[in-house]
């Protein structure tokens, strides 16, 4: 048994940090592992990300394209009709929460997997193919304004 004052790490896995700028006996000359001259050899001389030395930058340099519509972009929590198979009776968008098929917000009901329980469904969108398979199990599909 060992105990809790006697644990260490392996030998040989730790190792003292490199000590910069303390002179030529340290073993990392004169320059201090920064090269000679230059603006990363200066004190504070660091770049910031994307800087490329006063070139104009590549994020300014190429095109931009493209649109973004996330103001008004309709964001659907998708639920399979195979999903729905477990339910009876009536399914919500609470109580596909409740079973934590969506977090929150407005969802669409696809027809991927099959349906044998006839189920009233209130989403607030459906796929043809959706309608089509709860229909046919003899359900009734209700669209949520």
Do not use: D
């Amino acid at each position: 048994m060992s105990l809790l004052k006697t644990l260490a790490p392996k030998a040989g896995s730790k190792h003292a940090p490199k000590r910069i700028g303390r002179g030529i006996g340290s073993g990392m000359g004169g320059t201090s592992t920064k090269g000679h001259k230059g603006q990363l050899a200066r004190t504070g001389g660091t770049v910031r990300r994307g800087f490329e030395g006063g070139q104009t930058p590549m994020h300014r340099r190429l095109p931009k394209f493209g649109f973004s519509n996330v103001a008004f972009a309709n964001n659907f929590e998708i639920v399979n009709v195979g999903q729905l198979a477990k339910f009876s009776g009536e399914v919500t968008p609470e109580s596909l929460h409740a079973a934590g098929l969506i977090s929150k917000g407005a969802v669409k009901i696809l027809g991927n997997g099959e349906l044998k329980t006839a189920l009233t469904v209130k989403a607030h969108k459906f796929s043809e193919s959706a309608k089509k398979a709860i229909e046919a199990a003899g359900g009734k599909v209700e669209v949520i304004k």
